[in-house]
């Protein structure tokens, strides 16, 4: 039975990137593969020139995820006045210049970037082969001690607790969702959340159970399986190729709601 580790993504600000439409950078509901392979190969120390060992990384990638709390949908207008002679560097490591005539510096350089404010998301995943290094127990041990600082999807949306929560044995992402959300609720070691996430919600959570959105893979080791009731299946293009620098592919995914549980012991605010 493999084992998934379980991250919780906790953040005054978190944004898992979806596709950017001129000026507008919008935000997904749950993180994508691409998403995920970032942060870990920025725990691991990686580079972006490590595009094969990004890819990888990626495509050994299983994960699913819930929003243990939504949040709420916020967006952030940018605006800059940049003139021909700001310079600034690039990922590539160098310096680059501006070009243009005058007129091209009259307005400012304006764009639109969405976030989710105080979203707690869950993640599961393990790798396939389990062998194959970098192995789970390595990116846990790169998730606690990371070589550079984390983020949740942009640079200002650092998380305000540690990553890891601990691991899950399971068939399947499912049932490892499952089995992720039951642990939140009970309180377990670092599964255990904030007081403040513990607040009654509207809806009775934490003295009563609550039904949670998560999305996680239609192919869950057999033939690729149906959406079941009040559950719908997606084609997901978050992928990326990271030798060339672009997004493409597309995987399968189901989305539906799962139950989490009323806490079972500890305080209850």
Same mark, same amino acid.
């Given at each position: 039975?493999?084992?998934?580790?379980?991250?919780?993504?906790?953040?005054?600000?978190?944004?898992?990137?979806?596709?950017?439409?001129?000026?507008?950078? /919008?935000?997904?509901?749950?993180?994508?593969?691409?998403? /995920?392979?970032?942060?870990?190969?920025?725990?691991?120390?990686?580079?972006?020139?490590?595009?094969?060992?990004?890819?990888?990384?990626?495509?050994?990638?299983? %994960?699913? =995820?819930?929003?243990?709390? *939504?949040?709420?949908?916020?967006?952030?207008?940018?605006?800059?006045?940049?003139?021909?002679?700001?310079?600034?560097?690039?990922?590539?490591?160098?310096?680059?210049?501006?070009?243009?005539?005058?007129?091209?510096?009259?307005?400012?350089?304006?764009?639109?970037?969405?976030?989710?404010?105080?979203?707690?998301?869950? /993640?599961?995943?393990?790798?396939?082969?389990? @062998? *194959? !290094?970098?192995?789970?127990?390595?990116?846990?041990?790169?998730?606690?001690? &990371?070589?550079? &600082? %984390?983020?949740?999807?942009?640079?200002?949306?650092? &998380?305000?607790?540690?990553?890891?929560?601990?691991?899950?044995? =399971?068939?399947?992402?499912?049932?490892?969702?499952?089995?992720?959300?039951?642990?939140?609720?009970? #309180?377990?070691?670092?599964?255990?959340?904030?007081?403040?996430?513990?607040?009654?919600?509207?809806? #009775?959570?934490?003295? =009563?159970?609550?039904?949670?959105?998560?999305?996680? &893979?239609?192919?869950?080791?057999?033939?690729?399986?149906?959406?079941?009731?009040? @559950?719908? !299946?997606?084609?997901?293009?978050?992928?990326?190729?990271?030798?060339?620098?672009?997004?493409?592919? =597309?995987?399968?995914?189901?989305?539906?709601? %799962?139950?989490?549980?009323?806490?079972?012991?500890?305080?209850?605010?």
């Amino acid at each position: 039975m493999p084992e998934h580790l379980v991250l919780l993504l906790d953040a005054p600000l978190c944004a898992f990137g979806g596709d950017i439409i001129d000026a507008y950078g /919008v935000v997904r509901d749950f993180p994508g593969r691409s998403t /995920v392979t970032g942060l870990l190969a920025n725990a691991l120390g990686y580079d972006r020139a490590d595009g094969a060992l990004l890819d990888r990384l990626q495509a050994r990638l299983v %994960l699913g =995820s819930a929003r243990v709390a *939504e949040g709420r949908r916020v967006r952030d207008f940018q605006t800059a006045r940049l003139g021909a002679g700001d310079r600034g560097w690039t990922t590539r490591g160098r310096v680059e210049g501006r070009s243009g005539g005058a007129a091209t510096y009259d307005s400012p350089h304006i764009r639109y970037r969405d976030a989710d404010a105080d979203a707690l998301v869950l /993640v599961v995943f393990h790798l396939d082969p389990p @062998e *194959e !290094r970098p192995t789970l127990a390595e990116i846990e041990g790169a998730l606690d001690r &990371p070589e550079r &600082p %984390l983020f949740i999807g942009r640079k200002p949306c650092l &998380p305000s607790r540690p990553l890891v929560a601990g691991r899950i044995a =399971s068939n399947d992402i499912r049932t490892a969702l499952d089995l992720a959300l039951a642990a939140c609720a009970a #309180g377990t070691e670092r599964f255990r959340l904030h007081p403040s996430r513990l607040r009654q919600t509207p809806d #009775g959570w934490p003295r =009563s159970e609550r039904r949670v959105r998560a999305q996680w &893979p239609a192919d869950l080791g057999q033939a690729d399986r149906a959406p079941g009731e009040r @559950e719908r !299946r997606l084609d997901m293009c978050d992928e990326r190729d990271w030798v060339v620098g672009v997004h493409g592919g =597309s995987r399968g995914v189901i989305e539906g709601r %799962l139950c989490l549980p009323a806490r079972t012991h500890g305080e209850t605010p």
